[in-house]
């Protein structure tokens, strides 16, 4: 039987992943996770890292949704519909 792993609309309950995206966003110069924990109020940066390190999804099912987001942005922002078709589009499972 194959298990099933979540994607990206699942995973933003994570707390972590606030955490590490404020960080990321912030206007510090260094965006490690040692420099990030303590400026979002985390005691370890080692729980972010198990965020990152564990993390439940799959990368090339994120990899697709954040493409399918990104060309449904393009079509709508250029009242273009997106080719799918073309390979520049297609995920590579070998890179996830």
Same mark, same amino acid.
């Given at each position: 039987?194959?298990?099933?792993?979540?994607?990206?609309?699942? /995973? %933003? $309950?994570?707390? =972590?992943?606030? /955490? +590490? @995206?404020? &960080? @990321?966003?912030?206007?510090? $110069?260094? $965006?490690? %996770?040692? *420099? +990030? =924990? #303590?400026? *979002? &109020?985390?005691?370890?940066?080692?729980? %972010?890292?198990? /965020?990152?390190?564990?993390?439940?999804?799959?990368?090339? &099912?994120?990899? =697709?949704?954040? %493409?399918?987001?990104?060309?449904?942005?393009? =079509? +709508?922002?250029?009242?273009?519909?997106?080719?799918?078709?073309?390979?520049?589009?297609? *995920?590579? #499972?070998?890179? &996830?």
């Amino acid at each position: 039987m194959t298990t099933v792993r979540p994607t990206a609309p699942t /995973f %933003l $309950k994570y707390e =972590a992943l606030s /955490f +590490i @995206l404020l &960080g @990321l966003l912030s206007p510090m $110069k260094r $965006k490690s %996770l040692p *420099v +990030i =924990a #303590p400026h *979002v &109020g985390v005691e370890s940066h080692q729980s %972010l890292h198990h /965020f990152l390190t564990q993390s439940p999804w799959l990368v090339s &099912g994120l990899q =697709a949704h954040r %493409l399918q987001r990104t060309l449904e942005w393009l =079509a +709508i922002s250029h009242n273009t519909i997106p080719d799918y078709s073309c390979a520049l589009y297609r *995920v590579d #499972p070998s890179r &996830g």
